[in-house]
């Protein structure tokens, strides 16, 4: 165990930012997720300041940068010491303070001494965010006669208003779900980042399986699929008609071309139609082969996100395309469809395993004496179809 | 398991031959792994099933007994495997198994660190994610446990991709040769605040851990360890309720005049329908869903952080 060599190949998503790269950026500490693309000239506004992201090329994901004002305006600087360590440590006198409560504070506006001039002065002077808030801290009358508890909550209110501070994120399937669910909800079909990682795992999504997907979600459940191939095996982003599905969201992924060229675009019709049948068309990145391949072999599961086709049918159609014993997993927000097309595969003996499941999700606030769950949760992250299809005997070749 | 050997890779064209590896199917409830080898038998209470029978046929395949009763075989998958596997220690299911893959942010390639190994269960998926160019270094130090888990990696196929080491993480941390070069890991220990700190020192910057553990004092402890060294402490609890189906066969009945205006008819599957007493009567049959009356009320928390940057 000693002696073994540790090394891997990772070309995947490298762990420092270059100039043209896409980025995630948490804004204190997950009160606003904004993706953003790194050049030199391209900004992010915070509260009502607009800071330049050049600062962020180059430097490794997870660096933390806080909001200075600078002779030139605000500008972001790179810092090391979270939050955490700053604080002074508390442990034993947590409960020497049990006595302090909150009978003399009273919410007449007159507690801090410091004006809006006052602290505008400060900053034009040069003054950190970090000043400001102790100068906000010093000059409150109020302060020490809170609890260590909600002096801290005032130290972080105080920290996020006068000295924002920005976590540069590798943007990873999880965390671009986890930003889309926060912001746009309805762009992904309101697809939790924990549906998402079930139905990675409920199709068997692996380097070198050829995973067929509907995607009608944005394109996130192709890049999740796509990420997990790390460039060998494929996705088939297919569509039911002419028009291809959007599948914007596979640009925040940072794929390398090793990785992109996994993902093809191909119609359901060219799928399904006869084995050697000649097709000008080909598919949008010339997997004309590949499409043979597909037929021929069958694919090794298939994930569905499609909220606007009929499940059953569309399942009809896209069940005999899977090699026999594939996994497959469908996601709805809407519970009768799945139970429908189970019932309809159950009845057709087309597959076993047939499963719906729901997961539910709860995050919680871990902090010394004050652990329990998030106050706001979400209380609906989907439904998941899942089964395993199964040979039928008759069929023996994909040709008819 | 994995298709990263082109012949063993589960399509059209591929039947179940001897050496394989599939999973007998009785319910989904009632699983079990099974080597194919010519003359052996598999003897349930469907009857007796030869393993003969089975070389030539898909995955997939239903296969008889000499009673005439039924099984399915089916290709293993790290899901399906989860379910077969003998249990030496509690295992984690497929609920928090995807929560922790997609939160430690593990893609092909990506070296990652686990203890304790258990039953493999999570060393599966892991395995998994990491192919076909990553590695699993797991550990546990309980010597039989670690070699019955590499008994099964080699069943499954998967032990190129994962070393199982006997070692007290608790007491003496990873190995050293692991600094700064590892993407994820993973700890499942009594104590996890134990092993944070050399887990911190292996982790390369930004690197992901997660702790998993069932009682919220040991959370609690975790979380004051990872303060010191990593940020983004978040702490999770995923579970999954599970859905019966059912085709109900319900009696409706209308008047004359309310029948041809508001439920209408044609939306139900198939009606029977008759008159009595001037009344139209039908059955309708609907696919109805409950959630399941049983259903695990608690697994573990689950606690990420990433390593600061420094």
Known sequence: ??????????????????????????????????????????????????????????????????????????????????????????????????????????????????????????????????????????????????????????????????????????????????????????????????????????????????????????????????????????????????????????????????????????????????????????????????????????????????????????????????????????????????????????????????QISEPWLREYQVLPSRTHPSMQMNAFGGYILSGTRIFSGEILHQTS | MLPIDPSKKITFQRWISEGDLVIVYEKHDHMKAIKVCCGSVLQNRFGVFEHTDWIGKPFGSKVLSNKGGFVYLLAPTPELWTLVLSHRTQILYIADISFVISFLEIVPGCLVLESGTGSGSLTTSLARAVAPSGHVYTFDFHEQRAASAREDFEKTGLSNLITVGVRDIQGEGFPENFCGLVDSVFLDLPQPWLAIPSAGKLLKQDGVLCSFSPCIEQVQRSCESLRTNFTDIRTFEVLLRSYEIHEGKMECSADDESGSLGSSPCKKRQCSSGRRNGKEKWDARTVMARPCSEAKGHTGYLTFARLKCL
């Not at chain 1, 490298?14 to 790194?38: H, K, M, Q, Y």
């Not at chain 1, 360590?85 to 506006?109: A, H, I, Q, Y």
């Not at chain 1, 790390?230 to 596979?250: K, L, R, S």
């Not at chain 1, 359901?268 to 010339?286: C, H, P, R, V």
């Open chain 1, 1 to 354: 165990m000693t002696e073994v060599s540790v090394e891997t190949v990772s070309v995947q998503n490298p762990r420092t930012t270059w100039e043209g790269c896409s980025v995630l950026l948490d804004i204190n500490d997950g009160d606003r997720l904004v993706f953003a693309r790194l050049s030199a000239s391209s900004t992010v506004k915070i509260g009502n300041k607009k800071c330049s992201l050049q600062p962020l090329i180059g430097c490794p994901f997870g660096s933390l940068f806080q909001v200075e004002s600078g002779s030139k305006g605000p500008y972001l600087c790179r810092v090391t010491a979270p939050a955490e360590g700053d604080l002074p440590e508390k442990g034993d006198c947590l409960f020497k303070d049990e006595s302090k409560d909150n009978r003399s504070l009273v919410d007449d506006n007159t507690a801090q001494s410091l004006s809006g001039e006052d602290i505008e002065a400060m900053r034009s002077q040069g003054a950190t965010g970090d000043q400001i808030v102790e100068a906000l801290i010093a000059n409150s009358s109020t302060f020490e006669k809170k609890t260590l508890f909600s002096q801290e909550k005032y130290r972080i209110k105080k920290q996020k208003k006068y000295a924002p501070r920005v976590l540069v994120r590798r943007p990873f399937a999880r965390s671009i779900c986890e930003a889309y669910f926060k912001k746009h909800p309805a762009k992904i079909g309101c697809l939790r980042v924990d549906t998402l990682s079930l139905l990675l795992s409920m199709a068997n999504v692996c380097a070198y399986s050829d995973v067929l997907v509907v995607d009608m979600i944005g394109g996130i459940l192709t890049g999740a699929v796509a990420e997990r191939l790390g460039g060998a095996g494929y996705v088939c982003n297919t569509y039911f008609g002419g028009v291809p599905y959007p599948m914007d969201i596979t640009r925040m992924f940072n794929f390398n071309n090793e990785i992109s060229i996994r993902i093809v675009q191909t119609s359901l019709s060219e799928l399904s139609s006869a084995q050697y049948k000649n097709s000008d068309q080909g598919t949008e990145n010339g997997g004309k082969e590949v499409t043979n391949l597909w037929r021929e072999n069958g694919f090794s599961s298939l994930i569905m996100a499609a909220p606007e086709l009929d499940t059953w049918s569309a399942v009809q159609e896209l069940l005999p395309l899977l090699s026999y014993s594939a996994p497959f997993a469908i996601y709805h927000q809407y519970l009768q469809p799945l139970a429908t097309c189970m019932h309809n595969l159950q009845v057709g003996k087309l597959a076993i395993g047939l």
